[in-house]
């Protein structure tokens, strides 16, 4: 609370908004009805996605029972050696990630700086404790995890000047958090420790059997795992990027728990859809933007290839952006819709270039990798111990619930920088912003003349 001393004069200066924003300020409530396409779209996702959660967690159920009656007559499970690694590395997961986002949040400098130099190592441990594990899958694996650790400490080095601004845009965002931050953090985690325990317990029965069935019930279990966790992260994302932008546009401050009801009430159908869209198309952006640095220019006809992806790639980013979550929540605007308007917007004020060079996202990602891979550490050398034969495929799990965590931990800090980007390209002359993307602007300019 300490850094939010700042800016009640700033405040005071500011009497010109927008028209929307200006009805948004008068009425906080969503208010904004979406069309009928819109609201079936919603209620399509809505409806997946609750569905598949009933019918998984009736899977689980089944699964758990079912593998603890063929444990009790067989020797090829046992579910004291392969479930207490994993649920311990589940319990480790939630305290890291309530503990790494409030260094974060005191200390962002130093986080950042730790993140970008720390996670290629506990990535390479990984990799190591893979190969030292010595199945064919866990020598893959070990070998991807090197090579991706040799990548990312070639990227930090590549990016280390941006360090700075990181930390300037992350302080200035996080400087007020919300209301009950904190409580809405914990419950989170204790939300994604008790789902990721019950989602563990059933992957423990399909693999007490192991038939070619039950791999495809991991697989579903998994999927339903990946998608349900987005869905988590981002219903925290819009609630805390619209109280977020509600101060930095108007200075209005909206009650936590009433923007959260708001988030329930209204938007589950869009944070479904865009759950399901933006980690797809984040994939293939970065992906694109990957390739355009190794091809470079040299090769006419690979240089060719990698622009024509590049373009279908920005594209897609145009209809599935997590800065599109912002207008979710303040506007109730269709996933799609808002993501068109949010980029569309940072295009008419200039501020693409800017936005591909944060790297506040890229800090998360890399945090949510870093304890995954202490997490993946923790369970894979604890039954690289105890029973080596289920030290690869437990590691692999406890990285996924470990990653996962720590980026639902953190999802206030990056909703909160989201909302102060948005904010900022609808009414650039505030006086409510400081001198913070102006001043990087230039510099960015001046970088490429």
């Known amino acids: 609370m300490e850094r939010s001393t700042g800016s009640n004069m700033q405040i005071q200066g500011q009497r010109t908004q927008s ?173 994604c420790l008790v789902y990721s325990s019950f989602s563990v317990t059933g992957i423990g029965g399909a693999t007490a059997t192991g038939t070619s069935l039950d791999i495809a019930f991991i697989v579903v279990i998994l999927l339903s795992f990946l998608w349900s966790m987005q869905v988590i992260k981002n219903m925290l994302y819009v609630t805390i990027s619209r109280i977020r932008y509600m101060n930095f546009a108007c200075g209005v401050d909206i009650n936590t728990r009433a923007a959260f009801h708001d988030t329930v009430k209204h938007l589950v159908g869009s944070v479904c859809i865009g759950s399901a869209i933006v980690p ?77 060079s944060d790297l506040t996202g890229v800090f998360c990602f890399l945090s949510g990798v870093a304890v995954g891979s202490i997490c993946g550490i923790v369970g894979g050398t604890w039954e690289l111990i105890i029973h080596k034969g289920y030290a690869t495929e437990v590691s692999i799990y406890a990285f996924l619930i470990g990653y996962f965590m720590c980026r639902i931990a953190l999802a206030w800090q990056q909703a909160s920088v989201s909302a102060y980007y948005v904010s900022y390209a609808e009414n650039p002359q505030s006086l409510r912003f400081d001198a913070t993307i102006p001043v990087r602007i230039e510099q960015l300019h001046r970088f490429q003349v």
């Open 19 to 191: 028209t929307a924003i200006f009805k948004v300020q008068q009425e906080p409530s969503i208010k904004i009805e979406p069309t009928v396409g819109e609201q079936l779209l919603r209620k399509l996702f809505q409806i997946i996605f609750f569905v598949q959660l009933f019918l998984v967690s009736i899977l689980v159920i089944v699964l758990t029972i079912r593998g603890l009656i063929y444990a009790g007559s067989t020797d090829r499970f046992h579910p004291k050696k392969w479930y207490p690694p994993l649920l311990v590395s589940t319990a480790s997961a939630g305290i890291v990630s309530f503990i790494w986002q409030s260094i974060t949040f005191h200390c962002p400098s130093k986080a950042i700086k730790a993140v970008f130099w720390f996670t290629p190592l506990l990535t390479c441990a990984v990799g190591v404790l893979h190969i030292l594990i010595g199945s064919p899958l866990s020598l893959a694996a070990g070998t991807i995890a090197i090579l991706s650790g040799v990548i990312q400490s070639l990227y930090a080095c590549w990016v280390n000047s941006r360090f700075d601004y990181a930390s300037k845009i992350l302080t200035v965002s996080t400087s007020a958090p919300p209301y009950n931050t904190t409580t809405f953090v914990i419950v989170s985690i204790i939300t």
């Open 280 to 356: 797809v198309i984040g994939t293939i952006r970065g992906s694109a933007r990957a390739i355009n640095l190794v091809a470079g220019d040299n090769d006419e006809f690979l240089f060719s290839c990698a622009d024509c992806y590049s373009g279908f790639a920005s594209t897609l980013i145009t209809y599935g952006n997590r800065w599109g979550f912002v207008h979710v929540g303040v506007y109730n605007k269709g996933f799609i819709q808002a993501s068109a308007d949010t980029w569309e917007m940072f295009k008419r004020v200039e501020l693409i270039s800017l936005i591909d």
